[in-house]
């Protein structure tokens, strides 16, 4: 009966794959949970904010009480952060909550939107969920990085309504071009450009909100910020664009504890500072680690790298001697031979290198 009942574009859906966690981990393999190390979600390895955590403990009492249902302090304190007003911020719970409401708002049965695989497997799920047709234009793998097609993605973007780009992109690390933006933008479409690891690449395009109405820039506290358990993302877009957007978000979407954290975090910039510094350090190693082992690593822009073995079941033997990282056969166009590591502290970024050559 349920199958019956179910609607088609729901059965087509393809189930998201996350990162495995610690605990399971360690009941798999029988280990003690405080050797493991998990360089497989993006998070941020210093934890959170002193200054957010405080905010935490100090307002726990206040959870009694509905939060600020459009996030004003914290779209105020954001205006400062990325430069725009107020009004061209829209807080969410989790960048992908707010992901979600562009498609609503934009995307009707049947309509095409753009992805560009290996990405974000998270578009496609949504694309899939609301009916619309989800058109794939493979990035192009080169020696050193990832590169979008640019013609083909311009010639897509006429058949669209709606287009995804991710940049630094996940799980490649790599930008997308002002230009080719730029060229995007001038088509009558909407651009969802997903900024969630843009502190970690000195790169934004958020101040060309301010001259494109069709463009939509998605960021999160999840990664530099290291708020990814309170889930709070935001976009900034046109005054016009947040207005629909509001209209189709759940009330009182962003809890209270989160909104005040994610204000407390923008308020320690020292933390953040010292966060970005971490992993481009990191980040450095990690990639020059890998190419003196004989691994192809891909330049990146984020808190990742993503590399290319032909060890066979390399994930499992680093789980097993406690490391996680994200095997990549879940992306489309990628296989079990790509290998994503998020950048941990100094020790673990060393540990998971010195495990990688025993595991080779």
Request: hydrophobic share 40%; with cysteine; proline share 5%.
């Amino acid at each position: 009966m349920i199958e019956r009942l179910v609607k088609e574009e729901i059965k087509r859906v393809p189930p998201y794959i996350p990162g495995r966690g610690i605990e399971e981990i360690a009941r798999t393999y029988s280990l003690p949970p405080e050797e493991i190390i998990k360089l497989a979600s993006n998070e941020n390895p210093l934890g959170a904010s002193p200054k957010a955590i405080e905010a935490i403990r100090a307002n726990a009492g206040r959870v009694n009480i509905y939060p600020e249902a459009m996030a004003d302090e914290l779209r105020e304190a954001l205006s400062h952060y990325v430069g725009l007003s107020p009004e061209n911020i829209l807080v969410g719970n989790g960048s992908d909550d707010v992901m979600e409401q562009c498609v609503k708002v934009f995307l009707s049965r049947g309509e095409g939107a753009v992805i560009t695989p290996p990405t974000f497997s998270y578009y496609k799920i949504l694309i899939t969920m609301y009916g619309a047709r989800c058109i794939e234009v493979q990035l192009k793998e080169g020696e050193i990085e990832y590169s979008f097609d640019e013609a083909a993605l311009l010639d897509a973007a006429e058949q669209a309504k709606l287009l995804f780009i991710c940049s630094p992109n996940n799980p490649t690390g790599n930008l997308v071009p002002e230009a080719l933006l730029r060229e995007m933008l001038e088509r009558d479409v909407i651009v969802v450009l997903d900024e969630a690891y843009a502190e970690f690449s000195g790169t934004s395009f958020a101040h060309l909100v301010e001259h494109y109405e069709n463009l939509v820039v998605l960021r999160t506290f999840s990664k530099a910020f290291g708020l990814a358990g309170l889930r709070v993302g935001y976009c900034l877009a046109s005054e016009e664009v947040v207005d629909y957007l509001a209209r189709v978000r759940q009330p009182f979407s962003v809890n209270l504890l989160a909104q005040l954290a994610a204000i407390a975090a923008l308020d320690d910039r020292d933390f953040l500072r010292r966060s970005v510094e971490v992993v481009r350090e990191g980040r450095r190693y990690i990639i020059e680690q890998l190419r003196k082992l004989g691994i192809k690593a891909f330049r990146s822009h984020a808190n990742f790298v993503l590399f290319r073995t032909d060890k066979q079941g390399l994930v499992e033997e680093l789980m097993k001697r406690g490391i996680i990282t994200r095997g990549c056969e879940s992306f489309p166009g990628l296989d079990a031979r790509y290998v994503r590591v998020s950048v941990g502290t100094p020790e673990q970024n060393r540990r998971f290198v010195e495990t990688l050559e025993e595991v080779l």
